[in-house]
């Protein structure tokens, strides 16, 4: 992602960012379905790609007392509120978040690691447009038995058909674009690293979780 990118997503996010959980925990689902599935090993490494507000970091860290939490995210803007969140938690021995891009992040520089036992992302490939690339740089960062979770918009092909369409419309003015294809990118991820994938989607086809193995 280049900085023209991440300077476009600190505009987004620099007044939003004081409102995002309240105003997205009643859409954003399987969130914390996703977190109860991490099941981290005993000083297990756990990292989430586009952490935001650093919500979902709080959540498992607290679910998973014995494991680390990192987290990385484009946007500076959004990184103010995590590191505020994650000091008002109490948390902060535990969870460390840096700046850094997606598609490309080095773990030894950010966080002097160089796997993860797990990875998780959050509705945010909805967003990124290089969004296949981040999937491929999370999966080749997995340490051995790790895993890579992922929860975001499915097809909603089986919502009615005006909701469907209002529901891409309203997305779009956020610049958020459901990813029809996920499916397919994540099997043809896990097969180029030699893993193993699986992918469902929920009622109406409205949220999408898929999960690569190594």
């Not at 009643?26 to 379905?33: P, V």
């Not at 007392?65 to 103010?80: I, T, Y």
């Not at 490939?125 to 038995?145: Q, Y």
């Not at 919502?159 to 994540?186: E, G, I, Q, Y």
Request: proline share 3%.
């Amino acid at each position: 992602m280049s900085d023209t990118a991440a300077g476009a997503m600190d505009v987004i996010y620099r007044h939003q960012r004081f409102i995002y959980d309240l105003t997205r925990r009643h859409y954003l689902l399987g969130r914390d379905q996703m977190i109860a599935d991490l099941t981290p090993p005993a000083n297990g490494t756990v990292l989430e790609v586009g952490c935001g507000t650093a919500r979902n970091l709080i959540c498992a860290a607290r679910r998973y007392q014995n494991a680390r939490f990192f987290g990385l995210d484009v946007s500076e803007e959004m990184l103010k509120t995590a590191r505020a969140s994650i000091a008002k938690s109490g948390e902060s021995n535990r969870i460390k978040v840096a700046q850094a891009d997606a598609t490309a992040f080095d773990p030894q520089s950010l966080f002097g690691l160089s796997s993860f036992d797990r990875i998780f992302i959050s509705y945010a490939v909805s967003m990124i447009p290089t969004w296949e690339a981040v999937l491929d740089r999370a999966a080749a960062t997995l340490a051995p038995g790790g895993a890579l979770h992922v929860v975001d918009f499915g097809t909603m092909d089986e919502m009615p058909n005006v909701a469907r369409k209002a529901m891409l419309a309203w997305l779009a003015h956020f610049s958020v674009t459901p990813r029809r294809n996920l499916h397919d990118v994540v099997r043809a991820v896990a097969e180029r690293h030699g893993l193993v994938s699986s992918f469902h989607q929920g009622r109406f086809g409205y949220a999408a979780m898929a999960k690569i193995n190594r």
